[in-house]
């Protein structure tokens, strides 16, 4: 046969394309054993960082018979979802694990210039997240969250900070310590500069995030949080979130994302907004009252939202949820009365 250099390339490409293609049709057996997980996997892998290869050539300038790097794209495309459909069974995403999937195939992957590609692979990462979190938690290196969060103030992409926020929220509670990066990083800054630019399920997304982050914090400063050998609490304190929640810009902040949500088919999703709402509401008056009193739009806001749960219009729709109606008109009327006092000085 005459296959010299680029031939050997061309089919090379060729091949792996049309395995995969092949590959594609296999039913995934649940019951698979351990060592199909490991073949299989083991072989996922290896095509991708083949792909991965001869993209990475084409975009230095090499000749390859492939030009288009775009299929090279779509083919690496097509084995991530084939990993992920073989995470229905467990097995295979501690394989994929133990076989260094995130340094082979996540981090490189997510430095392509290639949407489709990054979306595929956070994905990928969300899934692992969902299906092994321990294992996953313990195998992510910590500085995958700086491109997480590069890919979330950057990318134009929804669905890539969609997919950023919704890894960061699975990955940051009860991480003390990738909190404390994220916050030494960048702060809360690129969330409040973000806000705008998102859509009501994203901001419900990274309020509810916020939420359960803070109180975290007030829970380890009321000293709630397990002490002795594994003390986390100089962590949190370190971290000073409760000392940037009375400022400024985090309480105005968080008053353009209430307005965000509200604005949200807050009907439509069983009142899930309005527990979130009671729950923020309660968790940041004792840090926000005084940054936010008198000011006219956390006023109309909050008239809102009473207006909302005090109107008989929708009393329907608090009895086919489990929300604390008469908890709420006293969390959110009290909250609002205390915004409209003047300060006397
Ligand atoms: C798993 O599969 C391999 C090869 O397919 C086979 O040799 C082995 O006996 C199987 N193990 C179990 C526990 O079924
Ligand atoms: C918000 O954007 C994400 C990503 O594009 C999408 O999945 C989601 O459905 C959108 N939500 C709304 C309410 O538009
Ligand atoms: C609301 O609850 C109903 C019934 O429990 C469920 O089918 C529906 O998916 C829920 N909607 C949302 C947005 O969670
Ligand atoms: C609802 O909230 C009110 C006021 O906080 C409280 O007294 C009452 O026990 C709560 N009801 C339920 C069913 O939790």
């Given at each position: 046969?005459?296959?010299?250099?680029?031939?050997?390339?061309?089919?090379?490409?060729?091949?792996?394309?049309l395995?995969?293609?092949?590959?594609?049709?296999?039913?995934?057996?649940?019951?698979?054993?351990?060592?199909?997980?490991?073949?299989?996997?083991?072989?996922?892998?290896?095509?991708?960082?083949?792909?991965?290869?001869?993209?990475?050539?084409?975009?230095?300038g090499?000749?390859?018979?492939?030009?288009?790097?775009n299929?090279?794209?779509?083919?690496?495309?097509?084995?991530?979802?084939?990993?992920?459909?073989?995470?229905?069974?467990?097995?295979?995403?501690?394989e994929?694990?133990?076989?260094?999937?995130i340094?082979?195939?996540?981090?490189?992957n997510?430095?392509?210039?290639?949407?489709e590609l990054?979306?595929?692979?956070?994905?990928?990462?969300?899934?692992?997240?969902?299906?092994?979190?321990?294992?996953?938690?313990?195998?992510?290196?910590?500085?995958l969250?700086?491109?997480?969060?590069?890919?979330?103030?950057?990318?134009?992409?929804?669905?890539l900070k969609?997919?950023?926020?919704?890894?960061?929220a699975?990955?940051?509670?009860?991480?003390?310590?990738?909190?404390?990066r994220?916050?030494?990083?960048k702060?809360?800054?690129p969330?409040?500069?973000?806000?705008?630019?998102?859509?009501?399920?994203?901001?419900?997304?990274?309020?509810?995030?916020?939420?359960?982050?803070?109180?975290?914090?007030?829970?380890?400063?009321?000293?709630?949080?397990?002490?002795?050998?594994?003390?986390?609490?100089?962590?949190?304190?370190?971290?000073?979130?409760?000392?940037?929640?009375?400022?400024?810009?985090?309480?105005?902040?968080?008053?353009?994302?209430?307005?965000?949500?509200?604005?949200?088919?807050?009907?439509?999703?069983?009142?899930?907004?309005?527990?979130l709402?009671?729950?923020?509401?309660?968790?940041?008056r004792?840090?926000?009252?005084?940054v936010?009193?008198g000011?006219?739009?956390?006023?109309?806001?909050?008239?809102?939202?009473?207006?909302f749960?005090?109107?008989?219009?929708?009393?329907?729709?608090?009895?086919?949820?489990?929300?604390?109606?008469?908890?709420?008109?006293?969390?959110?009327?009290?909250?609002?009365?205390?915004?409209?006092?003047?300060?006397?000085?």
């Open positions: 046969m005459h296959v010299v250099g680029l031939n050997i390339n061309f089919i090379f490409v060729f091949l792996i394309v395995t995969i293609s092949s590959s594609l049709s296999e039913e995934i057996d649940p019951f698979t054993n351990e060592s199909d997980a490991v073949t299989e996997i083991a072989k996922h892998i290896e095509d991708i960082e083949k792909l991965s290869k001869a993209a990475a050539k084409a975009n230095d090499v000749q390859i018979p492939i030009q288009d790097t299929i090279i794209y779509e083919g690496i495309i097509q084995v991530i979802q084939t990993i992920i459909e073989s995470f229905k069974d467990k097995i295979y995403a501690n994929f694990l133990k076989s260094r999937g340094e082979r195939v996540i981090v490189p997510l430095m392509m210039p290639h949407s990054k979306t595929s692979i956070l994905v990928l990462v969300k899934i692992l997240f969902e299906v092994t979190p321990t294992a996953t938690k313990a195998a992510v290196p910590i500085a969250v700086d491109r997480l969060l590069d890919i979330f103030e950057n990318d134009e992409n929804l669905a969609a997919h950023s926020v919704d890894i960061l699975l990955w940051l509670p009860k991480n003390p310590l990738l909190q404390a994220v916050m030494k990083l702060g809360l800054e969330f409040y500069n973000q806000i705008t630019k998102l859509n009501g399920s994203i901001v419900k997304t990274l309020l509810e995030l916020f939420n359960v982050i803070l109180k975290e914090h007030i829970r380890a400063r009321d000293g709630k949080i397990q002490k002795g050998k594994n003390d986390k609490s100089r962590l949190y304190q370190r971290i000073g979130l409760i000392e940037r929640m009375s400022t400024p810009p985090v309480c105005i902040g968080l008053v353009h994302a209430i307005d965000i949500i509200w604005n949200y088919n807050i009907k439509d999703d069983n009142n899930s907004i309005l527990n709402l009671l729950e923020l509401t309660n968790n940041l004792q840090f926000c009252l005084k936010l009193r000011k006219t739009k956390a006023i109309e806001i909050y008239d809102l939202l009473f207006k749960v005090t109107d008989p219009g929708n009393e329907d729709l608090f009895l086919k949820s489990d929300i604390n109606v008469t908890a709420t008109r006293v969390v959110l009327g009290g909250f609002l009365k205390d915004l409209k006092i003047r300060d006397e000085l």
